[in-house]
């Protein structure tokens, strides 16, 4: 099955260079994602000396699994999470804080700055991975049922948010003011319906392809966390171009990210008002407030000890 579905995913790719480098790439989106169409223009981009192979859909590794699999050599590329990265260096853990990144433009300016560039290299040198760059997909908001108007923090007090379960999601949830409660995803529409909880957090893609919007009447813009995954290579297979090769893929990245980037805003544009005319709330409340109280938890948290010190207000002053 696996053989199949490498088969028709490079089929629909153009004809590509006989002597060309392979690369398989996994990812657990599917194949009818906006980055799965950022692969295929990566693709053709470099099909002059590199072959990528993608399987999507989790389809060859299954999601949290793909670094160890670029680590054994059973993988040339993927796009993986950043917690995946800070499961084996703890001085991740703060690119997955709350309110670290204003938007997916803070994300592309962290990732090309100095301080970004050390970040890469721990995962270069540690993990023996090349970050081509991230990948952004939506940015997390609260949505609410009732009229409770929210500005800052404080406002959160007592509302049953949803969080997906795992410490590091149920502190992001107190981190922003909420009480959070675990549920699993299938159950969030039934328990916004029912009251069992007051809001769940998520991306607007998210809200409208489960329908929460049916059972919300409010959005508050919260933007608590930039969502992205980052596009990846082994530093093997990197290793294996030439360096007039490695200019050129790192080249065609650039252009397949920002791409893709720039197609997840305008869905996300398109959906505040398709949200706003089915007759739903959507406000911006205080950042600056959010985000002064988010990080204040982390850094009185024992998550923040393995921080590296100063790189929290380097990334801060971006």
Request: hydrophobic share 45%.
């Amino acid at each position: 099955m696996l053989g199949s579905v490498a088969l028709a995913a490079a089929l629909s790719l153009p004809a590509l260079a006989q002597d060309a480098q392979q690369l398989r790439f996994s990812a657990v989106f599917s194949d009818q994602d906006i980055r799965a169409q950022m692969m295929t223009q990566l693709a053709d981009s470099v099909r002059d000396f590199a072959t990528i192979e993608p399987y999507f859909g989790g389809t060859l590794f299954r999601q949290g699994t793909e670094l160890v699999a670029l680590q054994r050599g059973n993988l040339e590329m993927s796009n993986i999470a950043p917690q995946d990265i800070s499961n084996q260096i703890p001085e991740w853990s703060l690119l997955t804080s709350a309110y670290l990144f204003r938007d997916a433009d803070h994300v592309r300016t962290f990732f090309d700055s100095e301080i970004g560039d050390q970040f890469k290299q721990m995962a270069e040198e540690q993990l023996g991975i090349r970050v081509l760059g991230p990948t952004y997909f939506g940015a997390r908001h609260v949505g609410l049922r009732g009229d409770r108007e929210v500005n800052t923090p404080a406002d959160l007090n007592g509302v049953r948010l949803r969080m997906p379960g795992g410490d590091a999601w149920q502190f992001l949830g107190t981190s922003i003011g909420a009480s959070p409660t675990p549920m699993d995803y299938a159950e969030v529409y039934t328990g916004l319906q029912t009251g069992a909880i007051d809001g769940q957090d998520n991306p607007l893609p998210n809200v409208q392809n489960m329908s929460f919007f049916e059972v919300m009447d409010q959005i508050v813009l919260t933007s608590h966390l930039v969502g992205f995954d980052l596009l990846v290579i082994s530093n093997e297979a990197w290793d294996a171009m030439s360096p007039e090769d490695q200019e050129a893929f790192q080249a065609a990245a650039d252009e397949a990210i920002d791409w893709s980037q720039n197609m997840h805003l305008e869905m996300e544009a398109n959906l505040v008002a398709q949200f706003e005319e089915a007759g739903l709330n959507i406000y911006e409340p205080d950042q600056d407030a959010f985000r002064a109280y988010a990080q204040e938890q982390y850094l009185n948290s024992d998550i923040s000890a393995s921080w590296p010190e100063g790189a929290l207000e380097a990334i801060n002053a971006l």
